[in-house]
């Protein structure tokens, strides 16, 4: 495929799932669809909630977008802050089942594949970035082990012997409309979490360096 003139980045949501009406990741990330952010261009893709099948839509938008980053981005209701993963593990373990029924249990993303791997975006220079701006983030040690850590694990397990494209996944709380039903649930406005995806990329993209702050967590 003929690379395109301007460079791209690949923001991707997800489809609704649990019962939910709406996801607010998919809502946040289509709203930077065209956008351009440090000279690259914008390029949005809505994944299924499903094993397998989100995985083989992320590679399909990969070759299509040509990327020279990818950033997805999933829902974790009950999370208070924007989420940034810092690993990536080889499990599918699912409490529920996905939006085609599957419910794999203790299963490789990648059969033969490493444990784990770890984002190689600058996610501290991106919370400092988020916190600087008041937009609340946390630095995340787990991603899960359903659809969003199956995406996460098999982004990174596609980029592995890609030169020069870098990949990570942010998890975001319930949007403002969803927190209706889930009362006491803490929730962000999906115009916050936007413009939190915006100062992320500029970030990823002016950053080689990551910074050196401390975001661990005892539990």
């Not at 690379?3 to 996801?23: H, I, W």
């Not at 995806?197 to 005892?218: F, K, P, Q, S």
């Amino acid at each position: 495929m003929t690379k395109r003139s301007s460079p791209t980045v690949l923001l991707t949501g997800f489809d609704p799932f649990g019962g939910e009406a709406l996801n607010p990741s998919w809502d946040a990330v289509r709203a930077l669809d065209g956008a351009r952010i440090v000279g690259h261009r914008v390029v949005t893709r809505c994944l299924p909630v499903e094993f397998g099948a989100s995985l083989a839509a992320l590679r399909e938008a990969i070759g299509e977008s040509q990327p020279a980053l990818v950033l997805c981005v999933g829902q974790a209701g009950g999370r208070a802050q924007l989420s940034l993963e810092r690993v990536a593990i080889n499990v599918d373990d699912a409490r529920i089942a996905d939006n085609a029924g599957a419910r794999p249990i203790d299963e490789p993303v990648a059969a033969g594949g490493p444990a784990a791997y770890f984002s190689d975006l600058p996610i501290k220079a991106m919370l400092a970035a988020l916190r600087d701006a008041g937009i609340p983030a946390e630095v995340s040690q787990t991603a899960g082990t359903y659809v969003c850590n199956h995406v996460f694990y098999g982004l990174m397990h596609a980029l592995r012997d890609v030169t020069g494209v870098r990949g990570g996944f942010i998890h975001i709380p319930y949007s403002t409309e969803q927190a209706a039903c889930h009362p006491g649930a803490a929730s962000l406005p999906i115009a916050t979490v936007s413009e939190g995806l915006r100062i992320a990329l500029r970030v990823a993209l002016t950053t080689t360096d990551d910074r050196r702050i401390a975001a661990g967590a005892e539990h």
